[in-house]
């Protein structure tokens, strides 16, 4: 179903370019990627750059619509799941192997960035994870945790060197991550569009997959307006469901979060924050902020089972920013919207094939930027060169969300973990 545009900061500041047109006629290809977000254009990304010809991808709106032009920007290591539950589920070699993954994603990032000329504000200077509580244990061991077996360190920030960065009541310590980044994400999604067109991937937007079956040794894609036949597709269309295979669909549970700007604040904006980095905080339910270019404060966070209106969406957003900026009273927000994230049941994302050429990636849930780009190479190489490595993930296959019931399950389990942090924070006074 078609959705109206979002009134979004990112669309407002979006680079300009031509749109790519949508799928005519019948074609025929080797590989055809379904959504235009971060997953599907690291496929076909990483697939030109490994001189894979005949690839083409399918967009229903535009470049970066769903989560991918609507997030918060935050570039870091790391899974929806837990560094902890995937070393308890994995075991040491392994999680550090798929931690890994994120980690040179990081880095390949940067090097797209500067290698394709991706004009989309990076601002490599690291995220801050600061404490809603006055307990500092949590910090003291994912702090250890990552240094012990995922070799990443986290700087510890005393209480007065985290205020004089961010100044807020709110919090206690902090731990600050050096090997992380922000950017504009829709820009960034629309350069990862411009590079694989650049090397000869057919991009369509508008295009609309409605059905998706085999014909003979193929597979066919129909679109309003075109047919594609191709040997390997790739699905790629997060917690916007492509609606084309049951299994897949029914494998992610859709969670909207929602994300505001202020009015550009001037020097405003230094009595808030006297760093570049990006913040977010220790609940289980965290805001998360940033500054732009244009001295403008984007905030992001809550979790719920559906989208809410921009009106709404500033309603909310704006009390939260006040717990933490009361100095920022009386703030104009310019832009809230929201968007779709998607959640497996495991919180990890999922990679595989039914083994005659139909391939899914899927389930970045909240911490997709990184992820997408590991999950991208990994594909392309599984396609273009028969590599196994994203076996690694087959651990975390397509299992039920148990829609419509796991909707309810996520926000009860939202709820309760909400309940927990608020109790906690009452309780330390
Ligand atoms: C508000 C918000 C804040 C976030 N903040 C962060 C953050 O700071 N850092 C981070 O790492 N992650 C963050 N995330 C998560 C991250 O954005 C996602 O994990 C990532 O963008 C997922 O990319 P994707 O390609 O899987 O899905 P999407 O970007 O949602 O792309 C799927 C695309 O598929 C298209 N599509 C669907 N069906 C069809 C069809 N039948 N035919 C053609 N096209 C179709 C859709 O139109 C859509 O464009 C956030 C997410 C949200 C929503």
């Known amino acids: 179903m078609k959705q109206p545009p979002v009134p979004s900061y990112y669309r407002a500041t979006a680079t300009p370019y031509e749109t790519y047109v949508p799928l005519q006629g019948r074609q025929e290809v080797r590989v055809a990627v379904v959504g235009g977000g971060y997953a599907g254009l690291n496929v076909v990304l990483g697939l030109a750059e490994r001189g894979v010809r005949d690839v083409m991808l399918l967009e229903r709106e535009q470049i970066g619509f769903g989560a991918s032009g609507r997030n918060g920007g935050f570039v870091f290591a790391g899974y929806s799941l837990g560094e902890q539950a995937l070393l308890d589920q994995l075991g040491a070699a392994r999680a550090r192997s798929l931690f890994g993954l994120t980690t040179a994603a990081v880095q390949r990032i940067r090097e797209r960035v500067e290698q394709y000329a991706i004009a989309c504000d990076v601002v490599d200077e690291g995220v801050i994870w600061a404490n809603w509580f006055r307990d500092p244990a949590v910090l003291r061991e994912r702090q250890q945790l990552l240094a012990t077996h995922y070799d990443t360190q986290w700087d510890w920030l005393p209480q007065d060197s ?209 992820p997408t780009c590991a999950a991208g190479e990994l594909l392309a190489a599984a396609i273009a060169e028969d590599d196994p490595a994203w076996r690694q993930f087959a651990d975390y296959g397509l299992v039920s969300a148990g829609k419509p019931l796991g909707f309810l399950a996520a926000q009860a389990s939202y709820w309760w973990q909400e309940s927990r942090d608020w109790l906690k924070t009452r309780l330390e006074g």
């Open 162 to 370: 985290l205020r004089e960065r961010v100044n807020s009541g709110r919090y206690a310590d902090g731990l600050y991550e050096r090997n992380a980044l922000h950017l504009h994400p829709l820009n960034y999604a629309i350069g990862l569009a411009a590079a694989a067109a650049g090397q000869g991937v057919c991009i369509h937007e508008n295009s609309d997959v409605w059905r998706l079956r085999r014909e003979g040794a193929h597979w066919r894609l129909d679109t309003a307006h075109g047919v594609v036949l191709a040997e390997q597709v790739v699905l790629a269309c997060g917690g916007y469901l492509a609606g084309l295979q049951r299994s897949i669909d029914r494998s992610v549970l859709p969670i909207a979060t929602y994300v505001m700007t202020t009015e550009p604040l001037g020097p405003r904006l230094d009595t808030c924050l006297r760093t570049r980095a990006a913040v977010y905080d220790s609940r289980f339910a965290f805001d998360y902020y940033r500054p732009l270019a244009d001295t403008r404060l984007l905030w992001g966070g809550r979790i719920a089972i559906r989208n809410r209106s921009p009106h709404a969406v500033k309603r909310l957003l704006r009390k939260d920013l006040l717990r933490v900026f009361p100095q920022l009273e009386g703030v104009n927000i310019d832009y809230a919207w929201s968007g779709l994230m998607s959640y497996a049941r495991h919180q990890m994302p999922q990679l595989g094939s039914d083994g005659n050429g139909l391939w899914w990636a899927q389930a970045f849930g909240g911490h997709g930027l990184a």
